[in-house]
């Protein structure tokens, strides 16, 4: 559809004016930390402008190098000269409907904008006055690099090692009047994979197991039309020394366009390679008249799907609505990655350094690794999207599970000799767990299936809340999950064989008196450990199973629907426990110690949903709430803290609203969701998911067909808004004082479902 027309539609439909304002800038920045995000497709640019100069960062999904740190594909700094940006009218303004950042002043424009369909990053100028243009393509790899110390966090073998870690350089040069730069995994040296693979006893597979490293090559070319090669110069940022490959306007114009094509594939040979760049090149060449409009269409309907628009004179309730939809886009920039948007600052990281002055590394660098997945935290990325109905944005998380399910597979067969995928903790982009986080420091005959390590041990059941989203799409958009379906169910095998296998280790008999699994040794996320019949675990198999026995017959035969109706008999009753004469959910029957600081008692609540309003026994949830002492004691809005999703779903909405603007406040960076580092790094990526799906379930809450609006809705909060409910449904509406104003189910014959506040 026509940009305008589009844009004239979404006006009169009231949207537009509801959406989060541009973030504008009047000043200048002091360094990266300062910078703005901007993307599409599965491109992160951080942009700012410093002394005059317009940088950014270029990110991608999947540039995995050999050690498994994910590298940023550099920076690029445009000088212009005589300089327009150090006069009093600078304005630098993130355009949320078209996806883009303009930079003005002194009556010179510079628009930068991602193509969403195509991975090219686009520059161009327009000034009132003849300007000379210098672009440098700046890289801090140009040497080897041997990692030291702290440092070794940002990739897979997370400390110090007896051999030198090398971080290898890229290959970058002039190509014409093009620059061309790349990194390209070498196979002649043991990889991390390699490593993982050999420490971990699974060698007698390795040709079976899906490797993402190998081949491996990330790079582009950076082009200007007119603009040749003036050479190669040499500074330092922070603390990171660079060399900066320069071309430049033969002559001073008004008008100046530049391209960044990105490539990222693991191909046989390094032509393979340069002919995909080519490909991209040339694409681009092919759509410059309408690339530009259809990414700002792209957009705008994105924009559309949904919003939760908060009208307020109180500021931190307004910058609830703003930050909701500003961490939306950054979502949005990786809607279409192979790979998932990480957790620990997505593809917006910036120098490590102006995080904590302690980790003076280069760009590069993050805490908690770059091919490390931790799903606790990646769950809290995706699950908004249900809502959000951002459903196509899914596919590269449910894509990571799905390339690693042989992985996990092996895993099972080579260690217990039995069926079924097991997904541990702190998991690699290759399905095997961290090799540190697995422990190469042993005891002679422990179980080598079993991660050592005291926060880890016997925590698999992480990937059901993935199960679940992949479950929940069928019901919110009628997906056809066909290729889920038997990985959701590898998972639940693992479980019934893994845990009869423990019990017939133990003593003769799989089940207990009751003829229910014996679910021990568990875990209760990272906190309790060696439990007895696990909340998170207990919870998690009876959803999953449920679910899979409510799918249409197409999915499951009468065989599968009887194995897995038998396997939901035989999982036992949720634990309890008693505070001061209150009952409440218990973690697990027993445990032998606390490790961390989850409340794990409380997810029967969220994600499960086995308690919540208008369910039984509410009371015992509300109870967990008040009375569990480590639930009160650690109950926060920072980083992966859900406890504002908590106190949604039990209808709580003085404590909801408290959490929720306390998650939503404006991060210590200047744009405002920058936040973290939290408990990882910044951006911090499940602070934001967490702060999402909390405001969401204070609007509007789900269980089977019934929506219940309003549930933990301050009423002093009006608000315009749009979302998205199971069976294909979306709800909109306008809510006044408290009062439901306009409300729209489409399609009609779901408006019965929808439950309003008394």
Same mark, same amino acid.
């Given at each position: 559809?026509?940009?305008?027309?589009?844009?004239?539609?979404?006006?009169?439909?009231?949207?537009?004016?509801?959406?989060?304002?541009?973030?504008?800038?009047?000043?200048?920045?002091?360094?990266?930390?300062?910078?703005?995000?901007?993307?599409?497709?599965?491109?992160?640019?951080?942009?700012?402008?410093?002394?005059?100069?317009?940088?950014?960062?270029?990110?991608?999904?999947?540039?995995?190098?050999?050690?498994?740190?994910?590298?940023?594909?550099?920076?690029?700094?445009?000088?212009?000269?005589?300089?327009?940006?150090?006069?009093?009218?600078?304005?630098?303004?993130?355009?949320?409907?078209?996806?883009?950042?303009?930079?003005?002043?002194?009556?010179?424009?510079?628009?930068?904008?991602?193509?969403?369909?195509?991975?090219?990053?686009?520059?161009?100028?327009?000034?009132?006055?003849?300007?000379?243009?210098?672009?440098?393509?700046?890289?801090?790899?140009?040497?080897?690099?041997?990692?030291?110390?702290?440092?070794?966090?940002?990739?897979?073998?997370?400390?110090?090692?007896?051999?030198?870690?090398?971080?290898?350089?890229?290959?970058?040069?002039?190509?014409?009047?093009?620059?061309?730069?790349?990194?390209?995994?070498?196979?002649?040296?043991?990889?991390?994979?390699?490593?993982?693979?050999?420490?971990?006893?699974?060698?007698?597979?390795?040709?079976?197991?899906?490797?993402?490293?190998?081949?491996?090559?990330?790079?582009?070319?950076?082009?200007?039309?007119?603009?040749?090669?003036?050479?190669?110069?040499?500074?330092?940022?922070?603390?990171?020394?660079?060399?900066?490959?320069?071309?430049?306007?033969?002559?001073?114009?008004?008008?100046?366009?530049?391209?960044?094509?990105?490539?990222?594939?693991?191909?046989?040979?390094?032509?393979?390679?340069?002919?995909?760049?080519?490909?991209?090149?040339?694409?681009?060449?092919?759509?410059?008249?309408?690339?530009?409009?259809?990414?700002?269409?792209?957009?705008?309907?994105?924009?559309?799907?949904?919003?939760?628009?908060?009208?307020?004179?109180?500021?931190?309730?307004?910058?609830?609505?703003?930050?909701?939809?500003?961490?939306?886009?950054?979502?949005?920039?990786?809607?279409?990655?192979?790979?998932?948007?990480?957790?620990?600052?997505?593809?917006?990281?910036?120098?490590?350094?102006?995080?904590?002055?302690?980790?003076?590394?280069?760009?590069?660098?993050?805490?908690?690794?770059?091919?490390?997945?931790?799903?606790?935290?990646?769950?809290?990325?995706?699950?908004?999207?249900?809502?959000?109905?951002?459903?196509?944005?899914?596919?590269?998380?449910?894509?990571?599970?799905?390339?690693?399910?042989?992985?996990?597979?092996?895993?099972?067969?080579?260690?217990?000799?039995?069926?079924?995928?097991?997904?541990?903790?702190?998991?690699?982009?290759?399905?095997?767990?961290?090799?540190?986080?697995?422990?190469?420091?042993?005891?002679?005959?422990?179980?080598?299936?079993?991660?050592?390590?005291?926060?880890?041990?016997?925590?698999?059941?992480?990937?059901?809340?993935?199960?679940?989203?992949?479950?929940?799409?069928?019901?919110?958009?009628?997906?056809?999950?066909?290729?889920?379906?038997?990985?959701?169910?590898?998972?639940?095998?693992?479980?019934?064989?893994?845990?009869?296998?423990?019990?017939?280790?133990?003593?003769?008999?799989?089940?207990?008196?009751?003829?229910?699994?014996?679910?021990?040794?568990?875990?209760?996320?990272?906190?309790?450990?060696?439990?007895?019949?696990?909340?998170?675990?207990?919870?998690?198999?009876?959803?999953?199973?449920?679910?899979?026995?409510?799918?249409?017959?197409?999915?499951?035969?009468?065989? %599968?629907?009887?194995?897995?109706? !038998?396997?939901? #008999?035989? =999982?036992?009753? /949720? *634990?309890?426990?008693?505070? &001061?004469?209150?009952?409440?959910?218990?973690?697990?029957?027993?445990?032998?110690?606390?490790?961390?600081?989850?409340?794990?008692?409380?997810?029967?609540?969220?994600?499960?949903?086995?308690?919540?309003?208008?369910?039984?026994?509410?009371?015992?949830?509300?109870?967990?709430?008040?009375?569990?002492?480590?639930?009160?004691?650690?109950?926060?809005?920072?980083?992966?803290?859900?406890?504002?999703?908590?106190?949604?779903?039990?209808?709580?909405?003085?404590?909801?609203?408290?959490?929720?603007?306390?998650?939503?406040?404006?991060?210590?960076?200047?744009?405002?969701?920058?936040?973290?580092?939290?408990?990882?790094?910044?951006?911090?990526?499940?602070?934001?998911?967490?702060?999402?799906?909390?405001? %969401?379930?204070?609007?509007?809450? !789900?269980?089977? #067909?019934? =929506?219940?609006? /309003? *549930?933990?809705?301050?009423? &002093?909060?009006?608000?315009?808004?749009?979302?998205?409910?199971?069976?294909?449904?979306?709800?909109?509406?306008?809510?006044?004082?408290?009062?439901?104003?306009?409300?729209?189910?489409?399609?009609?014959?779901?408006?019965?479902?929808?439950?309003?506040?008394?």
């Amino acid at each position: 559809m026509n940009y305008i027309l589009w844009s004239l539609l979404l006006i009169f439909a009231g949207y537009l004016p509801g959406l989060a304002q541009p973030v504008i800038w009047t000043s200048q920045s002091k360094n990266s930390s300062e910078s703005m995000p901007c993307g599409g497709g599965d491109i992160g640019l951080n942009v700012w402008v410093e002394n005059g100069d317009v940088l950014f960062y270029l990110s991608r999904s999947g540039t995995f190098d050999e050690n498994n740190a994910m590298l940023k594909l550099g920076r690029v700094r445009l000088k212009l000269s005589p300089n327009p940006f150090n006069g009093t009218d600078f304005k630098q303004e993130l355009k949320l409907t078209e996806g883009g950042i303009t930079i003005s002043g002194g009556n010179t424009q510079v628009n930068l904008w991602v193509d969403v369909f195509r991975s090219v990053v686009h520059v161009a100028l327009q000034s009132a006055k003849p300007v000379s243009i210098t672009a440098a393509y700046e890289s801090w790899r140009y040497e080897d690099h041997v990692v030291q110390g702290t440092e070794f966090r940002t990739n897979s073998y997370k400390a110090p090692q007896k051999f030198d870690v090398i971080t290898r350089k890229d290959a970058i040069a002039f190509q014409g009047n093009d620059v061309l730069f790349y990194h390209r995994n070498r196979n002649d040296i043991e990889s991390i994979f390699d490593y993982t693979v050999r420490l971990e006893g699974m060698d007698s597979v390795k040709g079976k197991l899906f490797n993402p490293l190998i081949n491996n090559t990330f790079g582009g070319l950076m082009r200007g039309h007119g603009m040749k090669p003036v050479g190669i110069d040499t500074g330092t940022y922070a603390h990171a020394p660079f060399r900066a490959w320069m071309i430049a306007t033969a002559k001073p114009v008004r008008s100046q366009e530049i391209e960044i094509g990105l490539n990222v594939a693991q191909t046989t040979t390094l032509d393979e390679w340069k002919a995909g760049l080519t490909r991209i090149m040339n694409e681009a060449d092919r759509a410059k008249k309408t690339a530009q409009q259809t990414s700002r269409d792209w957009w705008l309907q994105f924009w559309n799907r949904s919003y939760i628009s908060i009208d307020s004179k109180d500021t931190a309730v307004a910058a609830i609505s703003r930050n909701y939809q500003l961490f939306r886009y950054q979502l949005g920039c990786n809607a279409y990655g192979k790979w998932p948007t990480k957790f620990n600052g997505g593809l917006f990281t910036f120098d490590p350094e102006y995080v904590d002055a302690k980790y003076a590394y280069s760009p590069d660098f993050r805490l908690w690794g770059g091919g490390t997945m931790t799903a606790q935290n990646q769950r809290l990325v995706y699950h908004p999207m249900l809502k959000s109905g951002d459903f196509d944005m899914l596919k590269s998380q449910f894509d990571f599970y799905l390339r690693n399910q042989t992985n996990a597979e092996l895993r099972s067969q080579v260690y217990w000799q039995h069926n079924g995928a097991c997904f541990t903790e702190q998991i690699e982009n290759f399905g095997l767990p961290n090799i540190t986080e697995y422990g190469t420091k042993r005891p002679d005959g422990y179980d080598p299936g079993m991660e050592y390590n005291a926060w880890l041990e016997y925590e698999w059941d992480t990937v059901f809340e993935f199960c679940l989203m992949m479950l929940e799409t069928e019901r919110y958009e009628g997906r056809d999950i066909a290729e889920y379906v038997p990985f959701i169910e590898s998972c639940l095998t693992f479980y019934d064989e893994h845990y009869q296998q423990l019990a017939k280790k133990r003593g003769i008999r799989p089940f207990d008196a009751q003829g229910h699994y014996i679910l021990y040794p568990s875990s209760a996320c990272e906190t309790y450990k060696m439990t007895y019949n696990s909340a998170t675990v207990i919870s998690a198999l009876k959803v999953i199973l449920g679910r899979m026995l409510e799918l249409p017959d197409k999915y499951l035969d009468t065989k %599968q629907r009887e194995k897995w109706g !038998t396997m939901l #008999k035989r =999982i036992p009753p /949720l *634990p309890f426990q008693d505070y &001061d004469g209150h009952k409440t959910l218990a973690p697990a029957v027993a445990w032998a110690r606390i490790q961390n600081s989850e409340s794990p008692q409380l997810y029967p609540v969220y994600p499960w949903g086995i308690y919540g309003l208008e369910k039984p026994d509410l009371d015992i949830a509300i109870n967990t709430w008040n009375y569990d002492t480590l639930v009160v004691k650690y109950r926060s809005h920072v980083g992966w803290r859900q406890h504002n999703i908590f106190a949604a779903r039990l209808g709580l909405t003085e404590e909801a609203a408290s959490l929720t603007k306390l998650k939503f406040k404006n991060s210590s960076h200047r744009f405002p969701t920058f936040w973290g580092p939290g408990f990882d790094w910044t951006p911090d990526h499940n602070w934001g998911g967490s702060a999402m799906i909390g405001l %969401q379930e204070m609007l509007m809450q !789900t269980d089977g #067909k019934t =929506i219940r609006l /309003l *549930p933990a809705w301050p009423k &002093d909060w009006n608000v315009t808004f749009k979302l998205h409910a199971p069976y294909n449904t979306i709800v909109e509406g306008r809510v006044v004082n408290g009062k439901v104003e306009k409300l729209t189910v489409t399609p009609q014959e779901r408006a019965k479902d929808v439950i309003l506040p008394k």
